[in-house]
């Protein structure tokens, strides 16, 4: 079957009512969680979209050259949490706010004013709506924008490839052999594989200021660096930063003062759409793979599923990709 008729055909039989490969187990990482605070704090929330950076990455550099490594692309790809890249996504947007020197100044001269700290967060509890004009707000917006809209475009362009590399692959013995194991395990194997995956911590330190404020090392040709991408594409100029973006900027400022703490992230780290978006895509990607027959379908839906619509859920803030349906 060529691999225009295997998408047609697939898509329209593998309505699956399944959750998707990610649901790993995130009871260790709550418990940590709940012992940190300060700029710590959103340094943790902010590895798992760190992860995945890397995990883009290493399929990038390590294109799949036969069935084992697709399926290790597979397993990595889809072993990302839907709730918590939704919350990552802010954290590391809060990181970025942080890490813009106009903006963490005025957070700074917030904090020397009577009451320090203590009087702006209150101010914040009262009225969030005024983090968006704080001096800065709208550098640190444009940071957010730029980097939403440059993370996407580089996701995009390894789904691009990795689609382009399935139709290439129905010219390959390997990938075309009929795959033993079914589609629905392999998607309980990918299950099993995010349930076990062993994450990285970065053990990021955070180091205060004489006044107490704190600003991230973003470093550059780094996994954690604004510049990962390696894009530089305009922002979309009908894109209106949303409530997802007041939620990093006032995350950003918890960030600068020190003084996150677990009901920030419970109120400004979360975001429906973000998670809508981030459950279809890896949905998706399952129900896509459980009608694959061949490591080529397999490539296709990953390049689709776990690159292209993730790149829409990266972009979306920034219109740079249509939030998931």
């Known amino acids: 079957m060529s691999l225009k008729a295997w998408v047609v055909a697939g898509m329209a039989a ?3 009512a ?9 009871v260790g990482k709550k418990a940590d969680m709940e012992r940190m605070e300060g700029a710590q704090l959103i340094e943790f929330a902010a590895q798992p979209y760190i992860q995945f950076r890397e995990d883009i990455d290493h399929v990038s550099a390590n294109k799949p050259q036969d069935e084992a490594s697709m399926r290790d692309a597979y397993y990595r790809l889809a072993s990302h949490d839907n709730r918590t890249m939704a919350a990552s996504w802010i954290a590391y947007a809060a990181m970025i706010a942080a890490d813009t020197p106009e903006f963490s100044a005025a957070v700074e001269k917030k904090m020397k004013k009577r009451g320090g700290a203590a009087a702006f967060e209150a101010e914040l509890a009262a009225n969030p ?13 444009a940071a957010i924008m730029a980097f939403s809209t440059n993370d996407a475009a580089r996701i995009r362009d390894v789904g691009d490839s990795f689609i382009a590399d399935a139709y290439d692959l129905q010219k390959v ?3 075309r052999r009929e795959i033993a194991q079914s589609g ?5 194997s990918a299950l099993r594989y995010a349930a076990k995956r062993q994450w990285a911590d970065y053990d990021r330190k955070v180091k205060p200021k004489r ?5 991230p090392d973003l470093v550059k ?14 922002v979309n100029p009908a894109a209106r930063p949303g409530t997802i973006v007041s939620k990093a900027l006032i995350l950003g400022a918890h960030y600068t003062m020190n003084s996150a703490r677990t009901e920030h992230l419970a109120s400004f780290g979360t975001s429906k759409k973000s998670e809508r978006c981030f459950t279809n895509a890896q949905m998706n990607l399952d129900q896509c793979i459980a009608a694959t027959r061949t490591p080529y379908e397999e490539a296709f839906c990953l390049g689709q599923h776990a690159l292209n619509d993730m790149s829409s859920c990266v972009g979306w803030p920034a219109g740079a990709g249509a939030a998931g349906s």
């Open 14 to 16: 593998s309505a699956l």
């Open 18 to 26: 399944m959750g998707p490969a990610s649901a790993s187990s995130t």
């Open 129 to 141: 709506g005024m983090i968006r004009q704080l001096p800065g707000a709208d550098k640190a917006i």
């Open 173 to 175: 013995a390997w990938a």
């Open 184 to 188: 629905m395990d392999r998607v309980d």
């Open 211 to 215: 006044n107490g404020a704190v600003r």
């Open 221 to 234: 040709n780094a996994s954690w660096s604004k510049e990962w991408s390696g894009e530089a594409k305009p």
